[in-house]
C-alpha cells in the first residue's frame, strides 16, 4: 500500500511539471504566432507596394491590433484590422532611440513606396503580458526589409585607424 501511495505522489508531481511547461509552451506559441503574423503582413503590404507601385500600409494604432492596408484580392487597397490574440500587446521603437511608444497614444503608419522601401525603420516589440513568456520583436528596416527577433541600432560609423603606417616604410629598393 505504500509503495502504490508513493508512485501516486511521483506520478502526481511529473504530471504538475508537465502541465506547468505544457501551459507556458502554448503561451509561447501564442506569441510567436502574433509576431509571425505581423512580419507576415508587413512583407505583404512590401510586396503590395511593388505590384501596385506603392499605397500599401500597416497601422499601428492600438496596442492590441493594427490595421492593414494592402490589396486582399479585390484588386484595390482595403483596410483590415487585425487583433492581437488576448493578453498579447504590442509597442514600438524608431531606432536608434529606444523609447517604447505606445501606438495608442501615438499612432504610426508604416508605409511602403514604389520600390518596397519603408520611410523609416521600426523596431515593433510585441509582448505577452503573462509571467515567463517574454516578448518577441519584429525589425522594419529602411530598406523595407522585415526581420524577426533581431535588433536595429543607428547609423554605422566608419573606424578610425589604430596605428598610422607609412605607405614607404619597410619598402627595399630593388635593383635590375
Do not use: C
Not at 110 to 124: C, E, F, K, P
Not at 153 to 160: D, E, F, I, Q, R
Amino acid at each position: 500500500m505504500t509503495e502504490l501511495l508513493v508512485v501516486i505522489v511521483v506520478i502526481g508531481v511529473v504530471s504538475s511539471f508537465a502541465l506547468a511547461s505544457f501551459l507556458t509552451a502554448g503561451k509561447s506559441a501564442k506569441l510567436s504566432g502574433a509576431t509571425r503574423t505581423l512580419s507576415t503582413y508587413l512583407e505583404k503590404a512590401r510586396v503590395d507596394s511593388v505590384r501596385r507601385h506603392g499605397g500599401a500600409s500597416v497601422n499601428l494604432n492600438s496596442a492590441t491590433s493594427y490595421t492593414v492596408n494592402i490589396d486582399f484580392g479585390t484588386g484595390s487597397a482595403t483596410a483590415r484590422t487585425i487583433t492581437l490574440p488576448p493578453g498579447t500587446s504590442l509597442q514600438y521603437s524608431l531606432p536608434p532611440a529606444t523609447t517604447s511608444i505606445d501606438p495608442a497614444t501615438t499612432p504610426l503608419t508604416i508605409t511602403y513606396n514604389w520600390r518596397g522601401r519603408a520611410g523609416s525603420r521600426v523596431l515593433i516589440t510585441v509582448t505577452d503580458s503573462t509571467t515567463g513568456v517574454g516578448s518577441s520583436t519584429v525589425s522594419v528596416g529602411a530598406v523595407g526589409d522585415v526581420s524577426t527577433d533581431t535588433t536595429v541600432s543607428g547609423p554605422v560609423s566608419t573606424p578610425t585607424p589604430q596605428t598610422t603606417v607609412s605607405t614607404t616604410a619597410g619598402i627595399k629598393s630593388m635593383n635590375y
